[in-house]
Nanobody, 123 residues
Framework: QVQLVESGGGLVQAGGSLRLSCAAS????????MGWFRQAPGKEREFVAG????????DYADSVKGRFTISRDNTKNTVYLQMNSLKPEDTAVYYC????????????????WGQGTQVTVSS
């Protein structure tokens, strides 16, 4: 069982930055891959970025490459999503998710989810 708690969302102007955090807890959290997803109103939940606890290898959606950076702090069991050069189209609820071992781009492949945090980018 893995518990995930996100924080760090908010309102920011276009071009600004935010950092999201996802604190993970559970006896086997280091066996998991962590993903960040987002869901805008009326749209499907989409993959944003992922990282494996084991080696920190990241993966990104094309829409955020060069702007977002995912990282993890093994001492705190926390995954971060640094979001720079934010655009209005980045507005969504952002979710942290976990699945065993490997990153997947499919939301349905993840077993555990956080409660979500709202990110709003104004133009």
């Amino acid at each position: 069982q893995v518990q995930l708690v996100e924080s760090g969302g908010g309102l920011v102007q276009a071009g600004g930055s935010l950092r999201l955090s996802c604190a993970a807890s559970g006896p086997t959290v280091r066996r998991y891959a962590m993903g960040w997803f987002r869901q805008a109103p009326g749209k499907e939940r989409e993959f944003v970025a992922g990282v494996r606890w084991s080696d920190g290898l990241p993966d990104y959606a094309d829409s955020v490459k060069g702007r977002f950076t995912i990282s993890r702090d093994n001492t705190k069991n926390t995954v971060y999503l640094q979001m720079n050069s934010l655009k209005p189209e980045d507005t969504a609820v952002y979710y942290c998710a976990a699945r065993l071992y490997y990153i997947s781009l499919a939301a349905g492949a993840y077993n555990y989810w956080g409660q979500g945090t709202q990110v709003t980018v104004s133009s």
